[in-house]
């Protein structure tokens, strides 16, 4: 008996390549343009301070950001945590060091050390964030207790009532997202700027 020939041609193997780069491009236009376009355009539209960089400004001048920390050299001011990127928002980082890394404890004992002479309080009182980096390195926030331990210094440079400065401090305090996430935290660039705002009124 003589076997059927097919006359069906051995299939070559680039059959399937045009749907799969078709595929391809398709993902390409949809996720490398059309969505951050889409994204874009309504995260301007929506919350256009935050997409802006959440800049603050005092008589048409950009002072800084509220995401983003800055030192401040004088004593009548707050100071924020350490910042392991040197405070510059385009090289944020951690330190990445180990809790057993000799250089983070010896880092740490100096920033201790300084931030208790700055403050007058002993060493051993300091809260965690005054003297370990934020993941980011330029967390804008400061713990409540971490304020705390400023007020004293801050009130003394500035001529201040101990009280008022305190009642500022509670007032900047914002609290947990949504009442679960987070922590309460302090805003160190908007505190200080209160209390130019304050201090200008004497």
């Given at each position: 008996?003589?076997?059927?020939?097919?006359?069906?041609?051995?299939?070559?193997?680039?059959?399937?390549?045009?749907?799969?780069?078709?595929?391809?491009?398709l993902f390409v236009v949809v996720c490398g343009l059309v969505y951050p376009t889409v994204a874009t355009l309504l995260g301007?539209?929506?919350?256009?301070?935050?997409?802006?960089?959440?800049?603050?400004?005092?008589?048409?001048?950009?002072?800084?950001?509220?995401?983003?920390?800055?030192?401040?050299?004088?004593?009548?001011?707050?100071?924020?945590?350490?910042?392991?990127?040197?405070?510059?928002?385009?090289?944020?980082?951690?330190?990445?060091?180990?809790?057993?890394?000799?250089?983070?404890?010896?880092?740490?004992?100096?920033?201790?050390?300084?931030?208790?002479?700055?403050?007058?309080?002993?060493?051993?009182?300091?809260?965690?964030?005054?003297?370990?980096?934020?993941?980011?390195?330029?967390?804008?926030?400061v713990s409540p207790a971490g304020a705390q331990v400023q007020v004293k210094r801050v009130a003394l440079a500035r001529g201040?009532?101990?009280?008022?400065?305190?009642?500022?401090?509670?007032?900047?305090?914002?609290?947990?997202?949504?009442?679960?996430?987070?922590?309460?935290?302090?805003?160190?660039?908007?505190?200080?700027?209160?209390?130019?705002?304050?201090?200008?009124?004497?």
């Amino acid at each position: 008996m003589n076997a059927i020939k097919s006359t069906r041609k051995p299939d070559s193997g680039g059959g399937g390549a045009w749907p799969a780069l078709a595929g391809s491009a398709l993902f390409v236009v949809v996720c490398g343009l059309v969505y951050p376009t889409v994204a874009t355009l309504l995260g301007g539209w929506l919350f256009p301070h935050q997409a802006n960089g959440s800049l603050i400004e005092r008589d048409g001048r950009v002072v800084g950001s509220s995401l983003v920390a800055q030192p401040f050299a004088d004593a009548r001011y707050f100071q924020p945590r350490p910042s392991a990127a040197s405070f510059d928002p385009k090289a944020v980082s951690g330190s990445n060091l180990a809790s057993s890394n000799p250089a983070l404890r010896e880092r740490m004992a100096k920033d201790s050390t300084a931030v208790a002479t700055r403050d007058g309080v002993p060493a051993l009182s300091l809260p965690g964030d005054l003297i370990t980096t934020s993941g980011s390195g330029i967390d804008p926030h400061v713990s409540p207790a971490g304020a705390q331990v400023q007020v004293k210094r801050v009130a003394l440079a500035r001529g201040l009532p101990a009280d008022e400065v305190v009642a500022l401090v509670h007032r900047h305090t914002e609290r947990r997202t949504l009442g679960v996430l987070g922590e309460p935290r302090v805003n160190v660039l908007e505190l200080n700027l209160a209390l130019d705002a304050r201090s200008a009124r004497q």
